[in-house]
C-alpha cells in the first residue's frame, strides 16, 4: 500500500541539490531525492550522498544541463556539475536477467516511480522524497524504520539472486542502525549465503569493515555466523570458535586496521600470517604494515611485557589501535604516556645521520653504517644512551671497536 508522508524540513544537503530538481520537472519530468539519504534524513543521521531518480531519460536529462558527465550511462545515470557541486541523477528503470549475481543482463528505462522502487534491495531503501517534501513509501519503510526492522523489497529470494552483496548489506545495516533482519530476510540469506562467493572480494571487503565498524557489531558477526555467510569469505570460514569469542566481547571499533587487528589476534596470526589473510581480502599494504605492527603490541600487552621498542616501531596510532582492541585500562595505562615520552619517534629525529658519521671519519659508506645506525637508534629509544651528538659518535665508535 502506498504510503505518502510529508517531511516538514528537509536537510541543507538536499536544498542545495533543489535546482536540479526542479528543472528536471519544468520540463515536465519527475524526479525525486532516493535512497540511503532519504532514509538517513529520517532517522536523523548525517547524510553521505544525495541520489536523484527521475522519469526523463538520460539523453533528456543531458539536454536540460550544460555539464554532464556519463558516469554510468548505461544503466542511466548521468552526473550533473551545473551547480558546482556533482549530483548523479538515474533514470527511472527495471533490471532483468544476473547471471554474475550482481549487475543486471538487461537495463530497461522507465517513466514509472514505482517500477525504480520495487527494484531496490531494502525497504528503508525504498523511499523516495519530493521537492515540496513529500515522501513516498511503496512497501512499508517508514513502518520498518519505527520498528527497527531490515526487510528485502518483495520476495527476498529474488532480491538475493538479483545482486548477492545485498546479503551482506543486510548484514551491514543491521550493525550500523542497530536494526534487526525480519525473519523471511534473514532466511532467504541463510538459504542463498553460498552465492557471496561469486561477488568480487573487494565489495564484500567494503561491506565487512562497515560493518565490523557499525553501532551494534557484535550483531552483524553474530549474523554472519548465523546464516553462514562467514564461510563464504576469504579464510573466516576456519575460526568459528575465535570468530564465537569475539562476538561476545562486546567490541567497538573505530577503523579498519582495528578491524583486521582484532581478528589477526584472536586468530593467533604471525606477521607472515597476517599479510596471507589480508591479501585475501585485497587489503591495502599500508593496511596490512598497521595491522602487524598493532597485532605485535596487542600480543605485547597480552605477555605483560610491552616494551619501548615494541611501543616505538607501533606508532602512535597503533597504540591508540591497540589500547581501543583491548578495552582494558587495565592492561593499558599509561602506554600512550609512554610513547609520548619515547626520547625519539621516528629513526629522523636521531641527532646524528650517516652523513655526519662519514664526514667525521668514523665510519665509510658501507653496509655497516646502517648497521650502526640501526643500533644508534635501538639504544636511544631504549633509553641506555642519550640522544645527543657527541654522545651517539662515541657510541658509534665503541661499538665498531666492540666489532
Do not use: C
Not at 596490512?288 to 605483560?304: C, K, M, P
Not at 629509544?381 to 645527543?388: D, F, L, R
Request: charge should be neutral; avoid cysteine.
Amino acid at each position: 500500500m502506498a504510503i505518502n508522508v510529508r517531511m516538514v524540513e528537509i536537510p541543507k544537503e538536499f536544498h542545495e541539490a533543489l535546482p536540479i530538481l526542479q528543472k528536471i520537472e519544468s520540463a515536465g519530468y519527475e524526479a525525486y531525492f532516493v535512497g540511503g539519504s532519504v532514509r538517513d534524513t529520517i532517522l536523523q543521521r548525517p547524510i553521505h550522498d544525495v541520489d536523484i531518480a527521475t522519469s526523463a531519460y538520460p539523453s533528456e536529462v543531458k539536454s536540460l544541463f550544460k555539464r554532464t558527465v556519463d558516469t554510468g550511462i548505461e544503466h542511466g545515470t548521468v552526473m550533473i556539475l551545473d551547480h558546482g557541486t556533482g549530483y548523479e541523477v538515474t533514470t527511472f528503470r527495471t533490471e532483468s536477467g544476473y547471471q554474475d549475481y550482481r549487475r543486471p543482463d538487461k537495463v530497461t528505462f522507465v517513466r514509472s516511480l514505482k517500477e525504480d522502487l520495487k527494484r531496490r534491495d531494502f525497504t528503508i531503501n525504498a523511499l523516495a522524497l519530493s521537492e515540496n517534501g513529500q515522501i513516498t513509501d511503496l512497501f512499508g519503510g517508514l513502518d520498518d524504520m519505527k520498528k527497527r526492522i531490515i526487510r528485502a523489497v518483495g520476495d527476498p529470494n529474488e532480491r538475493f539472486n538479483e545482486d548477492a552483496l545485498r546479503m551482506m548489506r543486510a548484514v551491514r545495516f543491521a550493525s550500523q542502525l542497530d536494526f534487526r533482519i525480519e525473519n523471511a530476510t534473514l532466511a532467504g540469506i541463510r538459504r542463498h549465503s553460498e552465492l557471496l562467493e561469486k561477488i568480487a572480494v573487494e565489495r564484500s571487503h567494503t561491506e565487512f569493515v562497515k560493518m565490523m565498524l557499525g553501532v551494534d557489531a557484535e550483531n552483524g558477526l553474530n549474523i554472519m555466523l548465523e546464516t553462514n555467510l562467514y564461510q563464504h569469505v576469504p579464510v573466516l570460514g576456519n575460526y568459528l570458535p575465535q570468530l564465537k569469542a569475539i562476538v561476545a566481547s562486546k567490541f567497538q571499533l573505530t577503523n579498519e586496521v582495528q578491524v583486521w587487528s582484532l581478528l589477526s589476534f584472536k586468530f593467533g596470526f604471525s606477521a607472515s600470517q597476517i599479510s596471507t589473510f589480508l591479501k585475501k581480502w585485497k587489503t591495502a599494504n599500508k593496511i596490512i604494515n598497521d595491522v602487524i605492527l598493532t597485532t605485535e603490541l596487542l600480543f605485547s600487552i597480552a605477555r605483560g611485557e610491552v616494551s619501548n621498542s615494541i611501543l616505538y616501531h607501533a606508532g602512535a596510532e597503533n597504540v591508540d589501535n591497540a589500547v581501543v582492541i583491548t578495552a582494558d585500562s587495565t592492561k593499558t595505562s599509561g602506554l600512550k604516556e609512554r610513547y609520548n615520552n619515547l626520547p625519539i619517534k621516528n629513526k629522523k629525529q636521531l641527532q646524528i645521520t650517516g652523513g655526519e658519521l662519514i664526514k667525521r671519519g668514523v665510519l665509510k659508506p658501507s653496509p655497516q653504517l646502517g648497521k650502526v645506525l640501526d643500533t644508534l637508534e635501538h639504544n636511544v629509544v631504549a633509553g641506555t644512551i642519550p640522544n645527543q651528538q657527541e654522545k651517539l659518535v662515541k657510541a658509534a665508535i665503541n661499538f665498531l671497536n666492540e666489532d
